[in-house]
C-alpha cells in the first residue's frame, strides 16, 4: 500500500502543474498569462538549442537559493513527509506482525488466504454433492480457481513493484532538484556547463553523428559492453524520501550520543577538579 500512496502523490503532483498550464491558457490570471504567452514568443523567436543547458543551470541554483534561504538542512525534510513515512513505517511493521503463510510475500497472503476459502467452501460443496457430481470436474474447478488467483497474485506484484519504481524515480527527481546530494547537483551543473560549450560551437549534425557513430561501434569496439541507461544511473545517486527519514534517524541518533559523550566528559572534569 505504501507504494501505491506514494504513485498516487507523484500522480497529485503531475495533475497540479498539468492544470496550472490549463489555467495559464485559460487566462484565469490575465497578467500571468500574457507574460506566460510573451515569454512563449520570444522563445520560439529568438530561443536556440543552446539556450537550453544555461535554462537548466538556473532552474538548479534558483532551487539551491530557495534552500539557501529557507535555512533547511540539505537532508531535511518537512514534518508531513516525516508524519507520512512514519506511518508508513507503522504499517510495515504491523503487517510484518501479522500472521505469515509459508512460501508467500505479505501481499499474497491474504489472497492466499481468500484461495483456501474458496477451497473449503467449495470441498464442503463437493462433500454434499458427492453422490451426484463428478469428482474429476469439481478437481478440474479448483484448479482453474487456483490458477486464477495465483495469476491475480503475479499482476498486482507486477503492479505493485512498477508503482515503486515509479515513485522512486519521482522522489529522486525532486530531491534532486532540491540539493539533497550537493555534489550531484554540482556535478550536473559541470556536464550542462560543457554540453552548452559543445552545442555552441559544433553543429548539431556532427554530435548526432558522432553519438550514432559510438552507438553502432560500441559492441565492435568491446564486444563485453553491458549497456547501460547513464540518465538513470545518475538519478538513482539522489536519495529518496525514505532513505532521508533513514539518514535523518541516524543523524539524530549520532547527534543524541555525541551530547551524551560531552555531558559525560563535562561531568567528570568536574569532579576531577573537585
Excluded at 535554462?55 to 537532508?75: E, S
Excluded at 470436474?137 to 487456483?146: F, Y
Excluded at 556547463?193 to 548539431?204: G, Q
Excluded at 544511473?233 to 543523524?251: C, G, M, V
Aim: with cysteine; net charge negative; aromatic share 10%.
Amino acid at each position: 500500500m505504501s507504494n501505491i500512496r506514494r504513485a498516487t502523490y507523484l500522480g497529485r503532483t503531475l495533475l497540479s502543474t498539468w492544470h496550472f498550464i490549463q489555467s495559464l491558457w485559460s487566462w484565469q490570471d490575465k497578467w500571468l498569462s500574457a507574460i506566460s504567452f510573451f515569454l512563449f514568443v520570444m522563445a520560439c523567436l529568438l530561443a536556440e538549442l543552446w539556450m537550453v543547458f544555461p535554462l537548466l543551470i538556473l532552474l538548479l541554483l534558483f532551487g539551491y537559493m530557495v534552500v539557501y534561504v529557507r535555512g533547511h538542512h540539505l537532508w531535511q525534510i518537512d514534518s508531513r513527509r516525516k508524519s507520512r513515512h512514519r506511518d508508513e513505517d507503522d504499517e510495515e511493521e504491523e503487517s510484518s506482525m501479522e500472521v505469515t503463510y509459508p512460501h508467500t510475500t505479505p501481499l499474497q497472503a491474504p489472497l492466499t488466504c481468500g484461495v483456501d476459502h474458496v477451497h473449503t467452501q467449495e470441498g464442503e460443496e463437493g462433500s454434499e454433492l458427492e453422490d451426484e457430481g463428478d469428482p474429476t470436474a469439481e478437481d478440474q474447478s479448483k484448479a482453474g480457481i487456483s490458477q486464477t488467483f495465483k495469476q491475480l497474485q503475479r499482476v498486482l506484484l507486477l503492479l505493485q513493484t512498477l508503482l515503486g519504481q515509479l515513485a522512486d524515480l519521482g522522489e529522486r527527481v525532486h530531491n534532486f532538484c532540491h540539493w539533497r546530494v550537493p555534489w550531484l547537483c554540482w556535478l550536473a551543473i559541470t556536464v550542462l556547463t560543457v554540453a552548452m560549450v559543445i552545442v555552441y560551437f559544433i553543429p548539431l549534425r556532427y554530435i548526432i553523428l558522432a553519438w550514432g557513430v559510438n552507438k553502432f561501434t560500441k559492441r565492435l569496439r568491446n564486444p563485453h559492453y553491458i549497456d547501460n541507461q547513464e540518465l538513470l544511473d545518475f538519478i538513482s545517486r539522489a536519495p529518496t524520501y525514505k532513505q532521508l527519514h533513514q539518514w535523518n534517524e541516524a543523524l539524530m541518533q549520532i547527534k543524541s550520543k555525541m551530547l551524551k559523550a560531552q555531558i559525560s566528559s563535562s561531568g567528570n572534569e568536574g569532579l576531577v577538579s573537585t
